[in-house]
């Protein structure tokens, strides 16, 4: 049905391009020369071949052939009807990491706003910075210490459940189990399998209406988007609501988790939050917390299947950990610190299929860069595939080699996974321990191999293989 309507859309736009003879905007401006480039259809602009070759899963091509085109670094574009430049490599993103809140501030798409509806009326950049003094304490390596026994014990028993006595696994589906079941103990202190799957549920469909034409009607994957997050918020707040009837009749056994702490946070007035306020954030916790972590996992799986010398060295070093402990010992900090072939192979999976294809700035003033004018008001976006598959940082881009992880490593502002700057990613360390107590319990059990050698690659919103990425399991 969505195809439909996005057809019907396309011949309307067609239309009144034909009626009111279309004529492109001038490549200057009275303050300078605008970047070049094109603004494409109307309403519509690039935005067609831009998630064309984002669901194709290649990103990447969308900007590599305008540098070509354009033989500039910087180009302008028209990307869901705003205005935007596009700053590529590490220099780009330096500039934009280096200047937040300074020349650009952070931007969300207007259906953004609808999927995730904000209780109070800030701007983004205010809205990051409250959410951000809310998690200090749950991202310090003193909390995170805390978290990898949990986060071990979960690993037995999902493996236990999922993985143990199976030939085969879809990947993509079993470590999205594991990584929402640590994200829902660690945040909301919901322990039951059962329960976490069926919370898990609204929780796809969202995904799915993430990158998807923003047309609101029945039917559609963004409608879907926005009926799915409404369900969550809703089930989130009576959950709040039980929290905070439980802390007020003085329960001594309410969980010292995120949501306690939200709801016991009070703001600059000395208000506490407003529940579904909290449940907004919640959300986005949840969503960043597992799918991210998942895809990283799932690369991850997909490589070690297709290079076994790259196997063969994360397992030795994880049967090295493993001589140190007694039998049942759980994982602890020190043994986290002894996986760093583990975190560059990760790394490596991160830089090829990053869970994040990029983010949008604003142009808070007008401003030069790279001898380019861009206007106040403009959109300025970021990819991470058009540094991370750039031969200038990364030689031999499409090859994978974690050996690009030692030492030094890659050149500043090129591996921007985490993003960068004041808004870089607060649960980068949160994720690494997760995806390598992943590593930890998949590779002392197991070798496997891809069932589909030849799977294409997806990504929407997350990269992912198209069909699951389904392996055959040979237990140690």
Not at 101 to 122: A, E, G, H, R, Y
Not at 440 to 454: A, G, S
Request: positive net charge.
């Amino acid at each position: 049905m969505e195809s439909w309507y996005v057809t019907l859309l396309t011949l309307f736009l067609i239309a009144i391009s034909l009626l009111h003879f279309f004529v492109f905007k001038s490549s200057s401006s009275s303050k300078g020369q605008l970047p070049p480039g094109t603004s494409g259809w109307p309403v519509l602009g690039e935005s067609i071949p831009f998630l064309s070759t984002t669901w194709k899963g290649h990103p990447h091509k969308f900007f590599f052939d305008r540098i070509d085109r354009y033989s500039s670094k910087v180009f302008r574009t028209n990307i869901f009807g705003e205005k935007a430049a596009v700053f590529s490599g590490a220099a780009g993103n330096k500039y934009l990491f280096s200047h937040e809140n300074k020349t650009v501030q952070s931007w969300l798409m207007p259906s953004f706003d609808k999927i995730f509806p904000s209780t109070i009326n800030i701007p983004p950049r205010q809205e990051g910075l409250r959410l951000r003094k809310l998690l200090p304490g749950y991202v310090k390596a003193e909390a995170l210490s805390g978290y990898i026994g949990i986060m071990d014990e979960i690993g037995n028993r999902h493996f236990a459940e999922f993985w143990e006595n199976k030939e085969s696994v879809v990947v993509v589906p079993t470590t999205k189990r594991f990584t929402f079941l640590i994200a829902c103990r660690l945040f909301l202190s919901i322990d039951d399998p059962v329960a976490v799957a069926e919370f898990a549920k609204p929780f796809n469909v969202l995904n799915s209406g993430l990158i998807s034409f923003p047309i609101n009607l029945p039917g559609t994957a963004f409608n879907r988007a926005i009926k799915a997050s409404k369900q969550i918020r809703n089930d989130l707040a009576l959950r709040i609501r039980r929290r905070r009837e439980e802390m007020l009749a003085g329960n001594t056994q309410v969980p010292k988790d995120i949501l306690t702490h939200m709801v016991s946070t009070t703001d600059e007035d000395g208000k506490l939050m407003d529940e579904m306020d909290i449940a907004c954030k919640i959300v986005g916790l949840l969503v960043a917390g597992h799918d991210t972590t998942s895809t990283i996992c799932t690369f991850i799986v997909k490589f070690l299947a297709e290079l076994p010398h790259v196997y063969e060295a994360v397992y030795q070093e994880h049967m090295k950990i493993l001589e140190t402990k007694k039998q049942g010992e759980p994982l602890k900090w020190e043994d986290m610190q002894k996986m760093k072939y583990s975190w560059n192979v990760a790394c490596e999976a991160l830089r090829l299929y990053p869970p994040v294809q990029g983010g949008f700035r604003e142009a808070i003033d007008d401003f030069n860069y790279n001898g380019f004018h861009i206007p106040k008001g403009w959109k300025i976006y970021w990819s991470t595939t058009s540094s991370h598959r750039n031969p200038e940082h990364f030689p031999d881009p499409e090859k994978f080699e974690p050996s690009r992880f030692e030492g030094a490593g890659p050149e500043p502002y090129s591996f921007i996974p985490f993003g960068g700057g004041p808004r870089m990613c607060p649960g980068k360390e949160y994720s690494r321990l997760e995806v390598l107590i992943f590593i930890h319990h998949l590779v002392k059990r197991y070798r496997w191999e891809k069932i589909i050698p030849d799977e294409k690659i997806t990504i929407n919103p997350f990269p992912a293989p198209v069909k699951g990425l389904p392996i055959r399991l040979f237990p140690h």
